[in-house]
């Protein structure tokens, strides 16, 4: 397919962008990642919006890109900041950059070895993933965390092995007014 280039606006208050894709993620498609997660969202009732995506998404065909934004609410489940499901490439061999915009937020970074890293981010911030680490964001602060990202249109989404690992090795925890990165109980090494 031949395809045009073109320009879109972006809204870095909002992060919202014109014409792009929306994927919105409420707590219960994610309730299983969190320690509380399921008690949390059948005791309250309510189903709130943890992040929203805006992607302008391509073919997946190699050489091509897929860009947009996420934008994470603030807030917490039980003791967990919200956090995106987090993912590997199913094209293992891709990477990732991503650009912080407003807020504040982590970036969890896990590869197939069980390494673990966390990047700060925040308006200005650049975060490159290299090809093979499993990516996960957590907004930290007390409004909204947006950043936008760039990977390969052909990468794909493997969301299946973080859910059968429980999740990455750590989570990141309000305890005492402080913010904590701790072990995840529940991962399965
Ligand atoms: C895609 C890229 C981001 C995430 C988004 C939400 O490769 O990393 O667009 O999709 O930040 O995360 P998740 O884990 O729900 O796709
Ligand atoms: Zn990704």
């Known amino acids: 397919m031949i395809k045009n280039p073109y320009t ?15 994927t919105i993620r409420r707590l219960s498609d994610m309730a299983d990642l969190y320690l509380e997660g399921k008690e949390v969202s059948l005791s309250s009732g309510v189903d709130p919006i943890i992040y929203e995506i805006y992607e302008c998404s391509h073919p997946s065909l ?16 039980g003791k967990e900041f919200y956090m995106t499901k987090g993912h590997f490439h199913s094209k293992l061999h891709t990477g990732e ?3 912080g915009l407003k807020g504040i937020g982590l970036l969890l970074l896990q590869n197939q070895d069980k390494e673990f890293k ?15 680490w499993a990516h996960r964001s957590v ?8 950043y936008f990202f760039i990977y390969p249109a052909d990468a794909g989404h493997d969301y299946e092995s973080i859910m ?4 990455f090795c750590k989570i990141v925890v309000e305890d005492q007014g402080k913010i904590k990165i701790q072990d995840n109980p529940r991962f399965k090494a």
């Open 8 to 22: 879109v606006n972006l809204d870095p208050e909002s992060g919202k962008i014109e014409g792009a894709k929306l």
């Open 62 to 77: 190699e050489g091509d890109m897929n860009f947009g934004t996420t934008v994470m609410r603030p807030g917490k489940v």
């Open 97 to 99: 950059l991503y650009q």
């Open 118 to 132: 966390c990047l700060k981010l925040s308006e200005g911030t650049l975060a490159y993933i290299p090809p093979g």
């Open 139 to 146: 907004n930290i602060g007390e409004g909204p965390f947006i």
């Open 164 to 167: 059968k690992m429980g999740g």
